[in-house]
């Protein structure tokens, strides 16, 4: 059974300040995908990364999948309120449906 | 472009009462997912469908639990006799392509939270 971890489980910042959070696994993932999802909300897709060491940037969001595939990254810079969301990552490979971890929860205080 | 669209958002439901779930899909895409989840909890996988079939039910409790996705109209996610631990928000993404990387982006409706009293 594939299982993804997020870490930490809850994170409560300033606005302005920088904030890392992490999404592992022992397994190999084909594709990897980052969702923020919002309180009473569906989650919305931030962005896919397939390649091993690839790095995508979406304004101040800063996504890593690792060189093995086993694990990623999203970085956030200056974080603001609108920051403010449930993350989640989910990995999937051919044939198998997505397996989502349970989450980060980051809340931004201006 | 809609997007996935859900309804009901919010549906109350007895012990033995029947609930209907709703999805219609974003335009152009006919593969559809239906995923649970519980309160401070990532999304488990119930059920995938394209038109007409079930491709993947293996998250879907055997007993209770039926979907559909006709060929025309939305996809239905059907549970019979609820119980309390049915009690969730229930999430349904689709995709134009299938499940299988990279191109597999899926995009997911506003849920509907079904309470069960």
């Given amino acids: 059974t594939q299982l993804l971890e997020q870490s930490p489980q809850f994170l409560s910042i300033q606005e302005g300040e920088n904030l890392t959070v992490y999404c592992n696994s022992s397994s190999v993932f084909s594709s990897l995908q980052w969702y923020r999802q919002e309180p009473g909300e569906g989650p919305v897709l931030l962005v896919t990364v397939v390649t091993g060491g690839e790095v995508k940037k979406l304004k101040r969001l800063t996504f890593q999948f690792g060189d093995a595939r086993k694990d990623s990254s999203l970085h956030i810079t200056a974080a603001q309120p609108g920051d403010t969301g449930l993350y989640l990552c989910a990995g999937a490979n051919y044939g198998q449906n997505f397996v989502f971890g349970p989450g980060t929860r980051l809340s931004v205080l201006p | ?117």
């Fill in chain 2, 1 to 117: 472009n809609a997007g996935v669209m859900q309804n009901p958002r919010h549906l109350v439901r007895r012990r033995g009462q029947e609930a209907r779930l709703r999805c219609s899909p974003m335009k152009g895409h006919s593969h559809v997912y239906w995923y649970r989840q519980l309160p401070e909890e990532g999304l488990k996988f119930m059920v995938y469908l394209q038109k007409e079939n079930i491709i993947d039910e293996s998250g879907m409790p055997k007993e209770r639990f039926s979907a559909e996705f006709p060929k025309e109209g939305p996809s239905i996610l059907r549970i019979q006799q609820v119980v309390r631990g049915d009690s969730a928000a229930y999430f349904c993404a689709s995709s134009r392509l299938g499940r299988d990387p990279p191109y597999n982006e899926q995009f997911f409706g506003p849920g509907t939270r079904l309470t069960v009293l």
